[in-house]
């Protein structure tokens, strides 16, 4: 089984080719092909390639979908203060799906 890891909007990750993962926001429009050079970690079978810090392998994905994560709360409260403050947030997250591994 070959998988890689790969480094985009600040994180790190582990993908094979069909996984479909939620990341930041790509500005990219639905249906396009696109390309992540920042390959951290190659491994085909027993062959292992490890970059210092990028290998020169890409891996290829196509945008599924573009849209908003869940809702997630923040709150603040200063004891003895009467002070209670409730905030929300909610990520613009890019769905992608993976269709292929090079390396060289």
């Known amino acids: 089984m070959s998988y890689a890891v790969i480094k985009t909007g600040g994180k790190q990750y582990r993908v094979s080719k069909g996984d479909t993962l939620d990341i930041e926001k790509l ?4 249906g396009k092909a696109i390309t992540f050079d920042e390959v951290l970690l190659v491994v085909d079978g027993e062959k292992v390639k490890l970059g210092s810090p990028k290998v020169k392998a890409k891996v290829k994905a196509k945008v599924v979908s ?7 709360k923040v709150g603040r409260y200063r004891r003895r203060k009467r002070h209670h403050k409730v905030m929300g947030h909610r990520q613009y997250l890019t769905k992608v799906e993976i269709t292929g591994i090079e390396h060289v």
Do not use: C, N
């Open 27 to 30: 500005d990219v429009e639905e």
């Open 66 to 72: 573009q849209f908003r994560g869940e809702k997630i």
